[in-house]
């Protein structure tokens, strides 16, 4: 239903719809991805009406008749980061003017003003991870700085985080090892193994629950929405640093050493070490150079 009312009033041309049952559905599309439950950014939930007329934390984002509301300022990039935070692209301009008119007619509810969106069932331990569970983490928590509408100009380390083909090809270097959480250094940096801790503006960090799936969904093979798991990228480069668990093994994360490894100052079990290694077809990780730090 709610796909109908969008498709009916985007028809109908800019502005035609002034009621809510096109713009709910609109948000549904577009924004409750992250504007909805209980940890929506800044309390603002998006999912139902009441939740829009009630704001977030800096107050209302609309009032009625106004075409300067902060929400429309988001919407139209007058105000920064412009919505939706996983754009471009962003809301077309009927789009937009959908919004515009709901706002300037005085904010109707309109006849079936759509129900709160279902959210998906979070996996328990050991179940299934696919990542519709895993993206609403990264959404509501990293690409406001890890994506191309990044609030600092660019994604730090050229690391994407707005969709799983760009999780998957990481930046500077490898963000996901698939099957190997200890080495992937996503779930690396929102543990606080790896520095910075991610998020870069925590504390707070992501909750404990969060960081349990992230890591079961790299454990599983880091699978799609249909669960096949993702490829081992074969050849790409990998650096950690940090505390030596094993002869071959920093924060329990383990590689090999063979004739060909280059090894300065040979760590101990306990010090820092430093590995730069090579993902193998297996998904083994043979490092190039192992040292003390």
Known sequence: MRAAALAAAVMAGPGAAQDFDAVGALFAERCVICHSG??????????TLDGVLAGSENGPVVRAGDAASPLLQRLRGEAEPQMPLDGPPFLDPDQIALVEG?????????????????ERRRPA??????????????LKACIKCHSDNSKLGAPPEGLRLDSLAHVLAGGDRLAVLPGNPEMSELWRRITGLATPRMPFDGPPWLPEDDIRLIRDWIAQGAPDDEGRPAPIPEGARIRLRGVLTGAAEIDGAAFVIDGGTRVDDRPRIGDQAEMRGVVQADGTVRAERFRDR
């Open 102 to 118: 709901w706002v300037m007619a005085g904010m109707p509810a309109g006849s079936l003003a759509p129900a709160p969106a279902a």
């Open 38 to 47: 209980e940890d929506a950014p800044l309390g603002l939930r998006l999912d």
């Open 125 to 138: 331990p050991g179940e299934p991870v696919l990542w519709p569970d895993v993206q609403p983490i990264l």
